[in-house]
């Protein structure tokens, strides 16, 4: 049967495919900083070159930032179920270098301290590791069987971590060439180590960033200090305002559209062998901070939330200055669950905001990027081919599990593309994507490359 052989190959060749992932890894393809616009580049030239090597008809898309990558290839034919596949090829900063133990492009291969073996690296788990499984299930089936069960189409993008500010104009002008019936997107984490996971739903994000000015300059603080008004008071007081005793957000209308949760999604959750106190304790905490009534898992999956994200003003500087600011200000995050609508988040943080200034402040306000929550079905076919495929490779079978991050393209794909998603990832907790000294587990990146083998296997029999 040709999936055996396929699988059979993935195994053989899982040195090469680690080879060629620290070849990607090794290009610092960092997106938000113009200096390394070439290296963007590069990596995603090296990626189209991989798969038109593949027999993919590939190419470099150009966009006002860094370019696009699209794929196809025919597969078993026009009958077949059609996927899109997506990954990004950009990575974060490195930044601070002197936390790494490792040079961050120079992947390698180390045992963790549980004795698991780990490839390291910028972008190794997020999302160079988890996009090349995809690409080496293709690689593995085309060496084994001359085609791929279904037709792919692969769309990398270099702006992932920096706001895909390409991203729409993009999907508007290629909505026929990214027609697919499916997308699936590898972004994502297991349960843990022996549990895959399908997210099943995404928080929407709306960012924004607030600046109070009050006097025309700094001012000493002992001249003026008592009639001057302070913004840093005025910010802080207004953040602090935005929620009650409770932990709920105070802003007018923000839980218009928050739904309970679902009793059956509720019951998914709740068999779920999760703990609070381990959940907590990983990141050196022990007592729940949100809403006041409700599971951690609720708080982080199907809650909204206000984060102020950073905080500025005045003088930080080393030893004391006495000053009272011109200005201050805030970069703030609405995390959005169910309907909420993020224009109507945004309008009313930003009237909340105007609402409190006192006499002499004014206000500015800058947008950083907008979108809503993702709720997949549950029920769809295409989900129980999903949870066949990971059982039949993980020792435990898949769950369903809700996300606290967001990715906004995959809102993107279903309002311009009119497809669904199906969010499959094979990254841990503790991967510390972001961080220094990121890595992605070798179980990880090889039965990833098996589950993508599998998935495929079963769709191009039973559709997508
Ligand atoms: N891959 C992450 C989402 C993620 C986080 C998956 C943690 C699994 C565990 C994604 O790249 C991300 O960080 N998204 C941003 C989006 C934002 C900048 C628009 C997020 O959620 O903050």
New binding site residues.
């Given amino acids: 049967m040709s999936l055996e052989r396929v699988l059979a190959c993935l195994d053989a060749n899982l040195d090469q495919s680690v080879e060629r992932l620290k070849d990607l890894i090794r290009i610092p393809s960092i997106s938000t900083d113009p200096a390394y616009a070439d290296a963007c580049r590069k990596a995603a030239q090296w990626l189209a070159d991989d798969l038109s090597g593949l027999g993919f008809s590939a190419s470099l898309r150009d966009t006002p930032g860094h370019p696009m990558v699209v794929a196809h290839h025919d597969g078993a034919g026009p009958d077949a179920p059609h996927v899109l596949f997506y990954g990004h090829y950009d990575v974060q900063p490195v930044d601070p270098l002197e936390l790494w133990t490792s040079d961050p492009f120079e992947a390698t291969v180390v045992t963790g301290p549980d004795g698991s073996r780990r490839i390291t690296g910028r972008g190794s788990a ?2 160079k590791g988890q996009l090349m499984t995809f690409v080496e299930a293709c690689r593995a089936f085309i060496a084994e069987t001359g085609t791929l069960p279904c037709r792919v189409t692969i769309f990398l993008e270099g702006e ?2 920096s ?1 895909s500010p390409s991203l729409i104009p993009f999907l508007d002008a290629h909505r026929d060439e990214l027609a697919a019936d499916i997308a699936l997107v590898c ?3 297991m349960w843990d180590r022996d549990t895959p996971a399908i997210a099943t739903g995404l928080r929407g ?1 709306v960012g924004e960033e607030v600046i109070i000015h009050a006097a025309s300059m700094d001012l000493h603080s002992g001249y003026y200090g008592g009639a001057a008004a302070n913004p840093i008071h005025v910010l802080a007081r207004i953040l602090a305002d935005l929620h009650d005793a409770d932990g709920r957000v105070t802003l007018p209308g923000f839980y218009d559209g928050v739904a309970e949760l679902p009793d059956e999604v509720r019951n998914l959750w709740n068999a779920l062998d999760f703990s609070e106190a381990d959940f907590l304790g990983t990141a050196g905490l022990s007592v729940p901070a949100g809403e006041k009534g409700r599971s951690v898992l609720e708080q982080v999956w199907a809650r909204p939330t206000a984060e102020v994200n950073g905080i500025e003003g005045g003088y930080t500087g080393k030893g004391f200055k006495t000053v009272i600011a011109a200005q201050a200000r805030a970069k703030v995050s609405f995390r959005l669950v169910f309907d909420q609508d993020p224009a109507a988040v945004r309008a009313s943080f930003r009237a909340f905001v105007t609402e409190r200034l006192p006499a002499d402040c004014r206000v500015e306000f800058h947008e950083h ?1 907008g979108s809503g929550a993702i709720q997949l079905p549950f029920d769809s076919p295409v989900l129980a081919t999903a949870r066949q495929a990971l059982g039949d490779e993980w020792p435990k079978p898949a769950v369903m599990i809700g ?1 606290g ?4 393209v995959v809102g993107e794909f279903k309002r311009r593309l009119g497809v669904s998603s199906l969010l499959i ?1 094979f ?1 841990l907790g503790d991967d510390r ?1 972001h961080s220094p000294n990121e890595k992605y587990e070798m179980t990880s990146f090889h039965k990833g490359q098996r589950s993508w083998a599998r998935l495929l296997d079963l769709m191009g029999r039973q559709g997508a």
Wanted: proline share 6%; hydrophobic share 20%; aromatic share 0%.
């Fill in positions: 997020d999302d992932e971590e706001g972004d994502t984490n994000l990027g996300m991050g967001s990715i906004p990832g990254g994507i």
